[in-house]
């Protein structure tokens, strides 16, 4: 049983991962009026004018638009609290969720990565970034329809460590800015570093058994392992 520094230390950075959630989630909606119409002298967009109209456009827009929307609704879903509470809508925002990732999330920062400004390390990065994302999802959906939650939860979680890579390198950008670094490998190594890192921070540190709190209410699952969860969707 996790002592009482550990639980408080979880609720810290679970409350610091909020906030910060809800600035990246605050900035992009402010930074819709650059967007809409576009502002090619903005800073995502700037220099992107010569092939911004087209394809690019649709991802681009798609892709601004799910992404806080799958944010915020990660941040729901992953509470145990609001899943014992209001399971029948943890299953219909998780059915959002995986629609967006799936279809409007993902294939668009796939088709973005081709154009990332700073070459193909970024551009790869991206592209890995937005498959693994889809595959965590599909996973995990697939793992709900077989009753497998606790493998199901696992998966989510994976999903929304790597939807957190937004927050991750914008943070990133922050410190590149107040310490005033501006080498060119500087935003290629951080779109990496910015899901790789925290996806291998939570490999390394998530708990090997499951760990979903019980609803009395539900049937029971067994995941791969046998090891018996109870069912939530």
């Given at each position: 049983?996790?002592?009482?520094?550990?639980?408080?230390?979880?609720?810290?950075?679970?409350?610091l991962t909020c906030l910060l959630i809800a600035k990246v989630v605050v900035l992009t909606l402010v930074s819709y009026r650059d967007y809409v119409p576009p502002d090619f002298h903005a800073d995502f967009l700037f220099g992107r004018e010569p092939y911004?109209?087209?394809?690019?456009a649709w991802a681009f827009y798609v892709h601004i638009f799910a992404g806080p929307v799958t944010l915020v609704l990660g941040v729901i879903l992953l509470s145990n609290r609001f899943r014992l509470r209001f399971p029948r809508w943890h299953r219909i925002l998780g059915r959002?969720?995986?629609?967006?990732?799936?279809?409007?999330?993902?294939?668009?920062?796939?088709?973005?990565?081709?154009?990332?400004?700073?070459g193909?390390?970024?551009g790869s990065s991206f592209a890995m970034l937005s498959?693994?994302?889809?595959?965590?999802?599909?996973l995990g959906w697939r793992a709900a329809v077989q009753r497998r939650f606790a493998v199901h939860q696992r998966w989510m979680q994976r999903c929304f460590v790597l939807l957190c890579s937004a927050v991750v390198i914008r943070v990133m950008g922050g410190?590149?800015?107040v310490t005033a670094a501006d080498a060119p490998w500087i935003y290629p190594l951080s779109s990496w570093l910015s899901w790789t890192v925290p996806l291998l921070i939570y490999e390394t540190l998530r708990p090997r058994k499951p760990t979903m709190p019980r609803d009395p209410e539900t049937p029971i699952a067994k995941d791969e392992t046998g090891t018996v969860a109870r069912a939530t969707g």
């Open positions: 049983m996790p002592n009482l520094s550990t639980i408080t230390l979880r609720r810290l950075l679970t409350g911004f109209y087209g394809s690019y959002v969720q995986a629609v967006c990732v799936l279809f409007f999330l993902a294939p668009s920062g796939l088709w973005m990565a081709r154009w990332a400004m700073t193909a390390m970024a498959i693994a994302t889809g595959l965590c999802v599909a410190l590149t800015i």
